[in-house]
């Protein structure tokens, strides 16, 4: 058996440190001491280009206009030209929500916020956010008034965890509704566990 395991000592090696890699892999334990910092604003969440799109001719033909010779002449009953009409700027968004998280059986802390603007919902973490990281986290928003796990079922998902740190923003969908989703949660989809929460309050 001893001279078994000596010819084959290459392969056992081998076999041993490929199931390490794939158990580090799955499990990634080093990102419970590594930050994944995210520096977003909350312009960057609203921000939608205004320019219209511009179509470009393959080649360009002048165009002549024909202008009169003789000045126009203005009448002096003629109502006076109206001034151009201004349009107000863009609504600044206003806060919906707000609420801080708090850690499940991880460490966390920072602000969320609910902002709208014009019809869109956007949820945000502060840039206090601060939250234990680990591996595959993703951002769920509940039916419910707290974390509940019978609540899981009717989440919405947002996306996966921007990082673990710092300001971010997460667009809600198209008739999002927060007097109905209620609460924030991180949640480890590789371990089925959650890491943090937050309770929403009206503004």
């Not at 158990?23 to 604003?41: G, H, I, Q, T, Y």
């Not at 509940?148 to 198209?174: C, F, M």
């Not at 989703?181 to 480890?188: A, D, G, K, M």
Request: proline residues 8%; hydrophobic residues 40%.
């Amino acid at each position: 058996m001893r001279a078994y395991i000596q010819r084959h000592r290459g392969f056992f090696v081998g076999a041993a440190l490929a199931a390490t890699l794939v158990v580090f892999f799955a499990f990634r334990p080093d990102k419970l001491f590594v930050n994944d910092v995210v520096d977003e604003s909350l312009a960057d969440a609203f921000a939608i280009s205004t320019a219209a799109p511009v179509a470009v001719d393959d080649e360009l033909t002048p165009t002549t206009i024909a202008v009169s010779e003789t000045p126009a002449t203005v009448s002096e009953t003629s109502s006076p030209v109206a001034p151009p009409t201004t349009h107000p700027g863009p609504f600044e968004p206003v806060l919906a929500a707000t609420g801080s998280f708090y850690g499940i059986d991880h460490s966390a802390a920072g602000t969320t916020t609910v902002y709208e603007q014009d019809g869109r919902y956007v949820l945000r973490f502060e840039e206090d956010t601060d939250i234990q990281n680990g591996p595959d986290l993703y951002v769920w928003v509940l039916p419910a008034d707290d974390y509940d796990r019978s609540a899981i079922g009717e989440h919405i998902d947002l996306a996966k965890l921007k990082g673990n740190v710092g300001g971010q923003n997460y667009e809600l969908p198209d008739g999002f509704d927060p007097s109905v989703y209620r609460s924030v949660l991180i949640w480890c989809k590789r371990f089925a566990v959650p890491f943090a929460a937050v309770p929403l309050q009206d503004a």
